[in-house]
């Protein structure tokens, strides 16, 4: 009967062993990661600039807003009360904004123009259904108008869109 050895690993063996295995933990996270990183990433919003001019689409990150018109020099608001102006013109902004996100959002919009920054005329949504809310369903498109009440003898620049109009995520479109 020929005896039997039991040998034990040496320790060069042991060593190349754990270095196996710590290569296939490190390819095997390395996967999951990627996978993970393929289907469950968080969407960080529409893949658009934050800054545009008349015409191109632009993002805060979670809507697309575009601006399509500017008509200034208005009298009183299109399809409102008979009103005059405070500051003495009313602009008129054609805007489109899309909501590609499964919840509905809010909105805010700033206007410079001259030395001052104006903010939307929010109540004439009540007198006309072109004028924009501010707010936006899930997957919706609309467009309407923004109608600001501004100085006679100020230009309008640029119009900030987005929750905080003041952030520098906000979206920018110079007119």
């Not at 295995?21 to 996967?31: A, K, P, R, T």
């Not at 996978?35 to 008349?54: C, T």
């Not at 632009?58 to 979670?62: A, F, I, K, L, Q």
């Not at 939307?120 to 004028?131: F, V």
């Given at each position: 009967m020929a005896a039997t050895t039991h040998r034990s690993p040496s320790l060069g063996g042991r060593r190349l062993l754990l270095l196996r295995?710590?290569?296939?933990?490190?390819?095997?996270?390395?996967?999951s990661l990627l996978?993970?990183?393929?289907?469950?990433?968080?969407?960080?919003?529409?893949?658009?600039?934050?800054?545009?001019?008349?015409g191109q689409e632009?993002?805060?990150?979670?809507l697309i807003y575009r601006?399509?018109?500017?008509?200034?020099?208005?009298?009183?608001?299109?399809s409102g009360p008979e009103e005059k102006s405070e500051?003495?013109?009313?602009?008129?902004?054609?805007?489109?904004?899309?909501?590609?996100?499964?919840?509905?959002?809010?909105?805010?919009?700033?206007?410079?123009?001259?030395?001052g920054t104006y903010t939307?005329?929010?109540?004439?949504?009540?007198?006309?259904?072109?004028?924009l809310t501010g707010r936006i369903e899930a997957g919706e498109h609309r467009t309407g108008w923004l109608i600001f009440d501004i100085n006679r003898s100020a230009d309008p620049v640029t119009l900030k869109l987005g929750i905080d109009v003041s952030s520098d995520a906000a979206a920018r479109i110079t007119l």
């Open positions: 295995l710590g290569v296939f933990l490190i390819i095997v996270g390395s996967l996978v993970w990183a393929i289907f469950f990433a968080a969407d960080d919003g529409p893949d658009l600039p934050h800054e545009g001019k008349v632009v993002t805060d990150g979670t601006v399509t018109s500017v008509r200034c020099g208005l009298a009183s608001p299109p500051n003495g013109q009313f602009c008129e902004l054609t805007l489109e904004v899309r909501n590609p996100d499964d919840s509905q959002a809010s909105w805010n919009a700033a206007l410079t123009a001259g030395n939307p005329e929010w109540y004439l949504e009540k007198y006309s259904r072109q004028a």
